[in-house]
Each structure stands twice: as C-alpha cells, then as structure tokens.
C-alpha cells in the first residue's frame, strides 16, 4: 500500500503522522506500525500517530510507540498533532482533542511553531528510594542526578525500566540536573522506543512536578527545561496536594512529507 505520511518534530521527539479522518488506514498491526517508524527500512519515528474524527471532540489522536504497540500519553506527540492539525485546517488556533488519557486543550501560535499542551492533573507523587515516581498521562520514574551529560543514560535507564519491580508495565525514567537558569537539564529512557529519546513531553512534565515538591514549591511555578532536542517549558498550580492547570510548551515543527509504500 501507498501511505501519504507527514514527519514533525518537538524538541527532537520525532513523529510520523497519517491524516486518517477517511479510516483508509487499518493501523492496528504492530508490524506495519514499527515497520513505519524503522528508521532503517521505514520513515524513522519515536511513534506515529494518526489523526482521526471523534464526534465532540476536533479530533481524535491515536499514538504508536516504535515498537508498533499502542501507548499511554506522549506530550510532545500531543503538541506535534495539534500543529498537524493546523497545517489540514481542522483547527485555527485552540482545539479541544481526545487522547488515550482523556481530552485535552491546547494553543497554538498563528505561526504554528510553539505549542501549549494542557496535560491530566496529578495529585499522586510516590518514592522509589531517592527517586520520585508519578504518572502524567504516562508513567515515569524521576532522579536527580550529577554529571548528567556524561551519564550512561541507555544502560542505566535500562536497568531501572527492567528491573524487578517495572519490569512486567515498564516504565520511563528520567535522570535530571539543576541548570543555572532555575530550571533542570533532562535526559531520558522511554519504554516503547527502548532507548534515549531527544527529549519526552510527559517526562519534563513528570520532572517540574517532581521537583517542585522536592523542594517545596508552590503556586503558580513556571518550569524551563532543557533536553537534547531543545528546550521546553512547564507551568502549573500546585496547592501543596493537587497539582492542576498544567500546560507542556515548546516546539512543533513540521520537516517533510512524503509517500511510503508498505506491504
């Protein structure tokens, strides 16, 4: 089959994503889906979503990992659909989506290059040991760390997603450094991809909340954030016990489009 797909970028989180308002597309094969996103012998993603419609919502985003299994929440997915979206006119400048955690809104500028994505509220931050352990639409293993552009990101995030206690769900872990700016440099292991990934919306999001306990904070906090891909940006409300009106904001860039044929 000949598929019409269009590649986009958030902060180096790569994406393929397929207009499939028309259901043309039967994705629900694990095998076509990684077969996509093989960088090798595919287009190359983290994931790959199609956009489809849903009635009350302006669409519908429905996410892959790159292993062609269906996923929790990805954050930088979320704001690169939205500028997808755009780009086919199905929205102008606000939309009110459905994602596999629920619905979201976000905003996007009139240039279509940065893209505010409201994310689930949290209330529930638990311990593993040192580390702070949380779900943001994904489930995410937060530790503070030195040395970080140093760091073995691949086998230690490895070993902790492997291990006896995530092993079975798995889940993503993010190893953080305060920066100079106020803000923290973020490198993270994402299930699903199985490796380092440039950047992971829900964990940098997983991260400000995280620390923002960690150190007590609360109120209105704004969050920034840098990872490989580029930077970000959280802000949010936290009460003390709640942590709500959470946006996750950077870039959404579209780089090419093409047609793939694919058995």
Not at 115 to 142: C, F, K, W
Not at 173 to 190: I, K, L, M, Q, S
Not at 205 to 222: C, D, E, P, R
Request: glycine letters at 12%.
């Amino acid at each position: 089959m000949k598929l019409q797909f269009y590649k986009y970028q958030g902060a180096g989180n790569d994406f393929i994503l397929v207009d499939n308002r028309e259901n043309t597309v039967n994705h629900h094969n694990p095998a076509f889906v990684a077969r996509l996103c093989d960088r090798r012998f595919g287009v190359g993603g983290d994931g790959a979503m199609f956009l489809e419609n849903e009635p009350g919502y302006d669409f519908k985003m429905v996410y892959y990992n790159a292993d062609g299994q269906p996923s929790s929440m990805c954050g930088n997915g979320g704001r690169c659909i939205v500028a997808f979206a755009q780009y086919l006119n199905v929205i102008d400048t606000e939309t009110n989506f459905l994602a596999v955690d629920g619905p979201h809104y976000a905003k996007i500028a009139a240039s279509g290059d940065w893209v505010s994505l409201q994310m689930i509220d949290v209330e529930d931050i638990n311990r593993d040991a040192e580390a702070y352990v949380l779900d943001t639409g994904s489930p995410h293993y937060v530790q503070l760390t030195t040395g970080l552009k140093e760091k073995d990101v691949y086998h230690e995030g490895y070993a902790i997603r492997n291990n006896a206690t995530y092993a079975e769900k798995g889940i993503n872990v993010n190893f953080v450094e305060a920066a100079d700016n106020g803000g923290y440099f973020v490198r993270t292991f994402e299930r699903g991809v199985e490796d380092e990934t440039y950047a992971c919306g829900t964990g940098v999001t997983a991260v400000a909340l995280a620390m923002a306990k960690h150190n007590g904070q609360t109120g209105t906090i704004s969050t920034p954030i840098k990872v490989l891909g580029g930077d970000l940006n959280i802000r949010f409300n936290n009460d003390g016990r709640h942590f709500t009106n959470i946006f996750l904001e950077g870039p959404a860039v579209k780089v090419f489009e093409g047609e793939i044929t694919l058995d």
